[in-house]
């Protein structure tokens, strides 16, 4: 938590989620710390949790638990919009969309005619949240996922995103990224590779 106490839902700044789009990294953080049981729904239980989360904190002392339940009741009556197909439970796109993120990164350098090492340094700097100079972890989901959002064919989903992670440890060798690993997936070849694949599993 930050000293200002306003960096403590998941480790992003209330106003973000109140007020503001959201990194992809960001999201990731959202997501991974809610979906409690790796399940890649948000469940009631755990959206309730976020929701307490999220106004419980200590510029919303005056609201209490009941009221939160109440709000979490009509924030899922109104986000039935983005309940898709409908199961009573948040898929990763649906709460994507509720809570807003950031236009896809990866769509200003994917598109691009030729993708430079300048562009590649780029990626990098936007997804390496701690400088180590690696994607990893919650970093490496997010940089997979704007992968999986740049296809819009594609569902981006838990399972699609952890299908394309596993492809991309193929290709790399590796599970964590370096400034040449991410080089190598978005080559066009390696784009177009992954996209097939990806495109097999969600038939």
Known sequence: MSKSGNKDVAGVELK??????????????VWFHYDKDKSGYLEYVEFSQFMKDLFLKKDCTDITPEQVEKYTAEVIHLMDTYDENRDGRFEMNELAKALKIEENYLNKIINKKSIKDKHIQSVLKHYDSNCDQILQGIELKAFVGDLVRSCPDLPYNFAMIEQ??????????????????????????????????LSEQAK
């Open 16 to 29: 973000k989620l109140r007020n503001k789009k959201l990194t992809s990294t960001e999201f990731m953080q």
């Open 164 to 197: 394309a992670c596993n492809y991309i440890q193929e290709m790399s060798g590796d599970n964590n990224l370096n400034i040449e690993s991410i080089k190598l997936i978005l080559s066009l070849d390696n784009r177009q590779q992954l996209h097939r694949k």
